[in-house]
């Protein structure tokens, strides 16, 4: 088959269409993370009810990608994705009306429904399309876009939350992303590869599934998906809580901005990315997981700046985890790889369900200490997984 080739037009404009699906998924899905503390108040709710409005869309997500690997294969990678996008961001205007808390969790229940057909997809568009040479460049500016789309929707919300209300605030997110599912469906090019719209169906996917599983590498490497996304949003859901409330006292406008941190995290998903290539996945992948402990450790410091810092450090560290863990699946897996794909993805977003939830008791019972405590944990559990991937074996 013929390659998507670097310096190419195609090469440029799939690039570019991968950046916005990235970017569109993600800025909507993480809309309310930045204004759980106001959902606790105008709902009347606890810090981790008010998480539902992010762990449900993740938990349903998780699950939908499993079998939204197996329309793509059936109907075509774009086709899924550009249909995924526009319920999104149709999903994302209609949350802003929610009357009451239960229609708000129902609404971003049914939001993760739709969004499953861009991540798990993107991830297998790369791994077909493109030179495999390049994989872990390409998949660190897809990752870039979930990293900016992450931040802008954060940075969004937060400021139109000040200026009107969060009602208005996912309106506007929502119509933005409208726009770039547009522009998205000019710019892909369609797949080309050789297993595009093959014979498919749930027996198929179900064995290719259990050829997955006795992959005690690919095991690895979706364990450790759990644990970074399980430690990531954990760490971002329950700052907010910190950062509103005395000696720190922000606004919405301002705990928004501090998510600019994100840029680190666009730089480092290409750049360890990158790095990965030239050095190998399993070296590069241990430094960033220790800049994620290195960066927790880090927002203990009651000083603003360090917590900032901490931050951004963890936010490096995280994307440049998630890029080379990402394209590694790819690699591993060797066929199937959009079902590869979607076992990594489903303990990725379970993770950022179960434990973006449970984190809420430790904020409860230890405050930002526990919260820390518990995402240390979790990162040291990504060692020996990472030694065990290395090693190889099926």
């Known amino acids: 088959m013929t390659y998507i080739q670097e310096g190419t037009r195609n090469y440029k404009l799939a690039s570019l269409a991968l950046f916005l699906g990235g970017f569109v998924t993600f800025s909507i899905l993480y809309t309310t993370q930045p204004l759980m503390p106001i959902f606790t108040r ?18 349903v997500l998780a699950v939908v990608m499993l079998f939204a690997a197996g329309l793509s294969d059936a109907f075509g990678k774009k086709k899924i994705m550009l249909l995924s996008m526009l319920c999104t961001s149709l999903l994302g205007i209609a949350t802003s009306w929610s009357p009451n808390f239960f229609t708000l969790i129902s609404l971003r229940a049914l939001l993760g429904v739709f969004i499953a057909g861009v991540p798990s997809i993107a991830m297998a568009y790369v ?65 080309r590869g050789h297993n595009e719209k093959k014979a498919s169906g749930w027996r198929s996917a179900w064995n290719a599934y259990q050829s997955h599983l006795k992959s005690k590498k690919l095991l690895a490497l979706v364990l450790l998906a759990f644990l970074l996304m399980g ?30 941190v994100y840029i680190t995290g666009t730089f480092s998903s290409v750049y360890m990315g990158k790095k990965a290539d030239l050095h190998g996945n ?3 992948l241990k430094i960033s997981l220790a800049l994620m402990m290195l960066g927790a450790v880090l927002t203990l410091i009651p000083l603003l700046g ?60 230890f405050q930002w200490t526990g919260v820390v405590a518990l995402i240390f944990v979790l990162l040291a559990l990504g060692f020996p997984l990472v030694r065990y991937a290395e090693k190889g074996g099926h």
């Open 231 to 260: 430690s990531f949003v954990t760490l971002y859901n329950y700052i907010g809580f910190m950062l509103e409330a005395p000696p720190y006292e922000l606004s919405q406008t301002l705990i928004g901005f501090i998510f600019i």
């Open 127 to 191: 791994s077909e399309e493109f030179h495999p040479g390049g994989i872990g460049k390409v998949m660190g500016l897809y990752i870039s876009g979930t990293s900016i789309g992450g931040m802008a929707g954060r940075i969004i919300t937060g400021a139109l939350t000040d200026m009107f209300s969060w009602r208005m605030a996912l309106m506007c997110v929502g119509i933005l992303t409208l726009i770039l599912t547009v522009i998205f469906s000019l710019t892909l090019p369609a797949p």
């Open 42 to 59: 105008e709902f009347h709710v606890s810090a981790p009810a008010a998480s539902l409005t992010l762990s449900l869309s993740t938990g």
């Open 306 to 365: 360090v917590k900032i810092l901490g931050m951004a450090l963890f936010t490096f560290g995280f994307f440049g985890c998630h890029s080379i863990a990402s394209a590694w699946v790819g690699q591993a897996a060797g066929h199937h790889k959009a079902q590869a794909s979607s076992l990594y993805l489903l303990l990725y977003y379970l993770g950022s369900s179960l434990v973006g939830s449970f984190g809420g008791f430790f904020w409860i019972h």
């Open 282 to 284: 399993a070296p590069i």
